[in-house]
């Protein structure tokens, strides 16, 4: 039977599919602005007991209730951003939150803030790593958002440094985005005399660009946004960016997924001044210099050991004293909460010149 031998009834099914649809769409709409009711009376019981808005802890329990009831056919990415957009949405009724990042927009950095906390913010876009810790730190923005480490590069060195200067910022959540890189441009390929990029991804695909592009010239811009921009005004030039980027300043995508590393990732840290409530998969992050002599850090290491603590980062950086000493970063499975973190944390102080607790935060899942 041909396909459209029978029009009359494929166009009545198709009617009463969508009609079906419209019904269900009322009964959603009716659900979610009930729950949005339901979230602003929490706010105002939030406000008369001095509570914060944002609630890492809470929002991940979310996250992890509907993802482990998802049945499909949806699947666990879109879930995940429609409970976003649902949570980002009931937020702002209580308040709308600023949020600090490294722009221009469609950076890196933004769609990690995207990614974390929505549409319902008000994000400020600034110059540097440096201006997002100074904004939270005054007070300008509720949060920001900064790169903390690649899979490729390792820890990024302004974010690190930040935490030196302003060590009680405290890390509330993180953001695990997958890094996919592409190369943005109006012209052919054989046309391309110039690649703009921020160095990390240029960095990440090297191998690639060297290989492809052995004529072009490569230069460093603040972020691949800009890079993007620069890709639209000039001739003969492309960037290295995001998808969303190519779209944002419509440009073609030459080449897709150019990264050297297929599991190419970043890390990202909301950080803030508010501490962060136990949800039983969380992290701790530290910072710590000990003594200058041998087997100091071995000794500091065994504490974790002994305390049966799992280390899942650390990252050595230079103290920037007179003498040549470091300061350790480490994040480790746990809450501050927990019995023998805090016998971890006692023993730590004693034996080290300087300690630091960075804050405790959910583990992300990979995004992206």
């Known amino acids: 039977m041909a396909k459209n031998e029978h029009p009359h009834r494929t166009a009545a099914q198709l009617k009463s599919l969508r009609h079906q649809i419209d019904k269900l769409d009322l009964q959603i709409l009716k659900i ?153 441009a109006n012209c052919e390929q054989e046309m391309i005399r110039r690649v703009y990029s921020k160095p ?52 073609r995508i030459l080449f897709p997924d150019i990264e050297d590393y297929p599991h190419n990732e970043t890390r990202f840290a909301v950080i803030g001044h508010q501490e962060c409530g136990k949800t039983g998969r969380d992290k701790t992050a530290l910072m710590f210099r000990v003594s200058h002599h041998p087997g100091s850090l071995v000794d500091a290491l065994e504490i974790f050991k002994s305390n049966k603590l799992n280390l899942t980062w650390i990252e050595s950086f230079p103290a920037k004293l007179a003498k040549p000493e470091y300061v350790f970063f480490v994040d480790f499975e746990g809450h501050v909460e927990d019995p023998k973190v805090k016998k971890t944390l006692a023993a730590l102080e004693a034996r080290c010149e300087e300690l630091a607790v960075l804050g405790s935060f959910p583990m992300a899942l990979v995004s992206g």
């Open 32 to 184: 979610v602005n009930e729950r949005a009711a339901l979230a602003a009376e929490i706010g105002k019981v939030k406000d008369d007991h001095g509570a914060e808005v944002f609630s890492p802890a809470r929002e991940e329990e979310v996250f992890q209730n509907m993802i482990q009831a998802n049945k499909g056919p949806l699947d666990e990415t879109t879930i995940r951003a429609v409970y976003r957009e649902i949570m980002s949405g009931a937020r702002a009724l209580q308040k709308v939150l600023k949020v600090a990042y490294l722009g221009p927009e469609y950076s890196f950095s933004h769609l990690a803030a995207l990614e974390r906390f929505g549409e319902a913010v008000e994000y400020m876009r600034v110059g540097s790593i440096a201006s997002v810790f100074e904004e939270v730190n005054r007070s300008h923005v509720d949060f920001g958002v900064v790169p903390l480490e690649n899979s490729t590069d390792g820890g990024v060195s302004d974010t690190l440094d930040m935490f030196m200067r302003l060590p009680q910022l405290k890390i509330c959540a993180e953001v695990r985005l997958k890094i996919h890189h592409n190369l943005l």
């Open 200 to 251: 990390q991804a240029l960095a990440q695909c090297r191998n690639w660009l060297s290989k492809n592009l052995p004529h072009a010239d490569v230069k460093d811009v603040s972020s691949t946004a800009v890079a993007a921009q620069l890709a639209q005004q000039e001739p003969g030039a492309a960037a290295v960016a995001s998808r969303q980027a190519a779209v944002r300043y419509n440009l």
